[in-house]
């Protein structure tokens, strides 16, 4: 059997798969089984902001599963210790109280019960078109329903309004609202940036409310929209911020970073076996640095508008709007994105969709600028075809 055989006979079947075999990575750079090499617009849906087998984050997890591979948070640990510190050292300031898990969507429901906790409230106001996770609490707090309707009825309390309406948000908080849920911008959604006026309102009405505000990073943290944290463009100090993706160089984690808003928080009220990994905290502190020292933020925000400005470019009626923030990328289309997916996927060049009309690229913050713009040039020649 083949391993796509393999695959299919033995997985439950809920992902739908491309005809390839991913079996190599290096930087921005995929191989598949027969040897074809494809440029990475995917990034692992953004966990792959340093690339793949960067060598500094491979270097940590040799040297930390070589000397230990699991330890408790019963126990304390250098290698957690390390990875809260540096965390704390790139959060927007006063976010510095850290409970470290697995996942996105387990930041998520972490976030969600923190928030009813610190409040003693019940109710989350989110967005239409948000998309926060796939278990119970986030799966709430996501509004497609074609990813909610099979599992009704969901956690009650969850109010969707409109994305980028004051108004809607003003209209939907009350004195039961626990917290605002919101990502800086949407990527399932679409790839849609919220403005400045909408983002700066929230946090005022979460203030005057007593709602706490929760930003979602889990795709648009480390470095991808071109700062570190995409609440950074704005000068937001959220009260919880939800953390995944790349936040250890493409190994299984996530984290939610608390503020001081967010205080009478009780023993025992929540636990992961696996969350704070030393390998995994390895593999942080090692991501991080790597960040920083190359200063990726800034690089995404450099290579991202000049790969904006090359497909806003294109003179094709079949494009609808270009839109994005550093590499986080969405092209909207008048027609279905995945025949043209499926047309880049042959000429070499891996993406991704975000809603049916919407092709998105996530590729590596490390990738070559002539890559890149090679990409872009790709797409134009598919669409003005």
């Known amino acids: 059997m083949s391993y796509q055989e393999i695959e299919d006979r033995y997985s439950t079947g809920v992902y739908p798969k491309r005809d390839v075999v991913i079996v190599r990575g290096e930087g921005a750079a995929l191989w598949d089984e027969n040897g074809r090499r494809y440029v990475d617009c995917v990034g692992g849906h953004g966990a792959a902001n340093l690339g793949h087998c960067n060598p500094a984050v491979v270097k940590a997890v040799q040297e930390q599963v070589a000397r230990l591979t699991d330890c408790t948070e019963i126990f304390h640990n250098d290698a957690r210790a390390r990875c809260l510190r540096k965390l704390v050292e790139v959060l927007p300031a006063g976010v510095d109280r850290i409970f470290l898990c697995n996942s996105g969507t387990e930041a998520v429901e972490g976030a969600l019960k923190f928030a009813r906790m610190a409040t003693g409230r019940q109710e989350i106001v989110a967005f239409m078109r948000g998309f926060h996770g796939r278990t119970m609490g986030a799966l709430s707090a996501t509004w497609d329903p074609k990813y909610r309707e099979p599992f009704m009825p969901l956690v009650p309390g969850f109010k969707h309004v409109p994305y980028d309406n004051v108004e809607a948000v003003r209209e939907a908080v009350n004195d039961n609202t626990a917290a605002i849920l919101v990502e800086i911008v949407q990527g399932e959604g679409g ?28 795709q648009t943290g480390f470095g991808r929209t071109g700062k570190m944290f995409a609440c950074q463009h704005y000068g937001l100090t959220p009260d919880i911020v939800c953390l995944a993706k790349s936040i250890a160089g493409g190994l299984p984690m996530g984290a939610f970073a608390l503020g001081p808003r967010v205080q ?119 669409l003005s075809a």
Do not use: W
């Open 191 to 218: 790839v849609r940036p919220g403005s400045a006026e909408f983002l700066l309102a929230l946090a005022e009405i979460s203030r005057e409310s007593g709602a706490l505000l929760i930003v979602d990073e889990i």
């Open 264 to 382: 009478n928080v009780i023993k025992m009220a929540h636990g992961s076996t696996f969350g704070g990994n030393p390998v995994a905290c390895a593999a942080s502190v090692a991501a991080i640095q790597y960040i920083q020292d190359e200063n990726l933020p800034a690089r995404a925000a450099e290579l991202g508008a000049e790969f904006v400005a090359r497909l806003r470019g294109i003179k094709a009626d079949t494009v609808r709007e270009v839109r994005g923030l550093g590499l986080m990328v969405g092209v909207e289309l008048r027609q279905k994105a995945t025949p043209l997916l499926r047309a880049l996927m042959d000429r070499g060049v891996l993406a991704l969709p975000a809603g049916p009309t919407v092709v998105r690229f996530l590729p590596p913050l490390v990738i070559e600028r002539s890559e890149l713009l090679g990409v872009a040039d790709v797409v134009a020649e598919l």
